[in-house]
């Protein structure tokens, strides 16, 4: 699911910045823009296609050797990005969907402490309501879930009970969170369809 968001993202992001290529020529002083009017030049579209790129290595090799998937994401979330001293909706939202994934190889290998952090790193990109931060908090549950059961098997009831009742509360986070994406969804929809009578 997170794999095939990712991509769909990607996809967009390019589609866009490459249809505005076919018009004009791309450059720092002479930005390009996506339809949320957020600017799009070479370095960003280098920077999504590297993403992408990363996402797909990972792809590749996840089956066979988890080690190098996750290393290949690991790169990604400290890859130098174009305009640091900016706040790209994209980038943030590649991050924020790389750090979920990522969280989700640790679980497989298992590492939760790893896949702990992970969250907490993604969520730092994605601060407001939407499917990314949704997601992330999902992850957060499956992680937390994980924790029970390595807590359990350690004979730690208390601890397995406290991280089960943990991954029930981010569980609910995420659907509330979810919720709130559809619903803005569908007032922004309504609002629409009334301008346009």
Request: glycine fraction near 4%.
């Amino acid at each position: 699911m997170s794999r095939a968001v990712l991509t769909r993202v990607l996809g967009v992001a390019c589609l866009f910045a490459l249809a505005a290529c076919a018009r004009e020529p791309a450059s720092r002083s002479h930005p390009l823009a996506l339809e949320a009017g957020v600017p799009i030049d070479n370095e960003l579209m280098a920077y999504l296609s590297m993403a992408r790129a990363r996402h797909h290595q990972a792809n590749l090799e996840e089956d066979d050797n988890l080690p190098t998937a996750i290393a290949s994401l690991e790169k990604l979330t400290v890859a130098p990005r174009p305009h640091p001293q900016e706040k790209t909706p994209e980038i943030e939202e590649v991050l924020a969907d790389t750090f979920a994934r990522l969280a989700e190889l640790e679980l497989r290998v298992p590492d939760v402490t790893a896949a702990t952090e992970s969250v907490r790193q993604g969520l730092l990109h994605a601060t407001e309501p939407s499917y990314f931060r949704g997601h992330l908090l999902e992850v957060g549950g499956l992680v937390e879930e994980a924790h029970e059961a390595s807590l359990r098997d350690a004979g730690a009831t208390a601890a397995a009970s406290a991280a089960r009742k943990k991954a029930i509360d981010l569980f609910q986070q995420a659907v509330n969170v979810q919720e709130l994406v559809v619903q803005s969804s569908l007032r922004k929809d309504a609002a629409s369809e009334g301008g346009s009578k």
